[in-house]
């Protein structure tokens, strides 16, 4: 059950489906991105959420996330993730416009019932 949600918000990130990514959390998670380069953001809400992924789905002009392994325990899980993108303009983190990333991270993610309540993705 949580291998599926978390498959159907990865392929919805990755095929740009912002109603996808939404359709797979509650209504008031969380969400945080806390970066080895000192970047991080925290918010709470599928509104905030839906906003971010508009946002930063507009930073890339690809982008992509791939799920390397899941480790799955009760109302928890624990996944490391490869992501890959090409920045479509200047990131804040130094990436220019038009340089490729690839990065490998850890995403924690907390369920209530069937649906994520908390999303945390470090890299």
């Not at 059950?1 to 209504?27: A, F, K, P």
């Not at 920045?87 to 209530?112: H, M, Q, T, W, Y």
């Amino acid at each position: 059950m949580y291998e599926d949600i978390i498959n159907r918000y990865i392929q919805s990130y990755n095929e740009r489906d912002i109603e996808g990514m939404l359709d797979c959390v509650t209504e008031d998670v969380i969400f945080e991105n806390i970066s080895n380069a000192g970047h991080s953001m925290r918010f709470e809400g599928r509104d905030a959420m839906g906003n971010v992924a508009e946002l930063s789905g507009n930073a890339f002009s690809y982008r992509r996330q791939k799920l390397v392994s899941l480790v799955v325990g009760t109302g928890k899980a624990a996944a490391e993730i490869e992501f890959e993108g090409k920045a479509a303009v200047d990131l804040p983190n130094g990436v220019k416009a038009g340089e490729s990333i690839k990065i490998r991270g850890a995403s924690f993610f907390e369920f209530r019932g069937r649906l994520l309540s908390r999303i945390a993705d470090y890299s």
